[in-house]
């Protein structure tokens, strides 16, 4: 866990990708994708089953370890409306049984509005953004808001690591949080997501999820790339004989 300051709040980095505002009791998570692997296999794309479940332990663990009184997703907490199979309605039900006295904020992301309207017994309580708090803006998409800081999904940020004289083989994406000068990217929360590469500029902080571990991470310096052809060589003349 990494503790850092944004917005007049203390903020705890977790390696569970996920964001604790301590002075509030806030568990902050972004882009959990409930039902993706719904999606994929109603349009005929074989993927695997659990991937909601799975999602929904390390929730609920992260959950009960904070001591949270509140959940808030920063948008995309469902994939779409082909995200309400059987196995993600029976799951969230069960789990919001568990939970039953969490309470659930959304500030609505894109996936979020294509899905439509989530089950009323999912208890969650469904917000525009941005969702101010303190000296934050809580929102899905990563804008700057004149006066706060945000906090946002939406881009799933990674970032590639290598050790050193490796080729491509030794090299490994992970995801990150991105705090740039006013907007600070959450990583994705799902177990089904992909990841954005994202490029820091000067004076952002990034910090990788490695594990069970949260670190900070300074970008290597640029180094000289190999000229690449834009045509092809010119051939040479052929050798008589």
């Known amino acids: 866990m990494v503790e850092i300051e944004a917005g007049g709040l203390r903020l705890q980095l977790l390696p569970e990708r996920a964001i604790f505002l301590p002075t509030l009791g806030w568990l902050l998570v972004a882009d959990v994708h409930l039902g993706k692997a719904d999606t994929f296999r109603r349009l005929g794309v074989p993927v695997p089953s659990g991937t909601v479940a799975a999602t929904l332990q390390r929730l609920g663990r ?5 001591g949270a009184t509140r959940l808030v997703c920063l948008g995309d907490l469902v994939q779409g409306p082909h995200a309400f199979g059987t196995e993600t309605l029976e799951a969230v039900a069960a789990w919001r049984q568990a939970h039953a006295d969490l309470s659930w904020w959304l500030v609505g992301g894109n996936h979020d509005a294509r899905a439509g309207a989530l089950p009323p017994d999912w208890g969650v309580h469904t917000v525009k ?52 000068t006013e907007v600070g990217v959450l990583p994705a929360f799902g177990e089904f997501t992909g990841q954005h590469e994202v490029m820091p500029a000067a004076g952002d902080r990034v910090y990788l999820v490695a594990g069970d571990a949260v670190l900070p991470w ?15 060589p010119a051939r040479r003349p052929a050798r008589s004989r």
């Open 129 to 180: 953004e941005p969702l101010g708090v303190e000296g934050l803006a809580l929102a899905h998409h990563p804008l700057p808001r004149p006066g706060h800081y945000v906090l946002a999904g939406h881009l799933h940020p990674a970032v590639t690591v290598a050790a050193p004289g490796l080729r491509r083989a030794g090299r490994l994406r992970l995801p990150c949080f991105h705090f740039g």
């Open 218 to 232: 300074t970008p290597p310096p640029p180094t000289l790339r190999r000229h690449v052809r834009t045509s092809p």
């Open 62 to 66: 992260l959950v009960q370890a904070t």
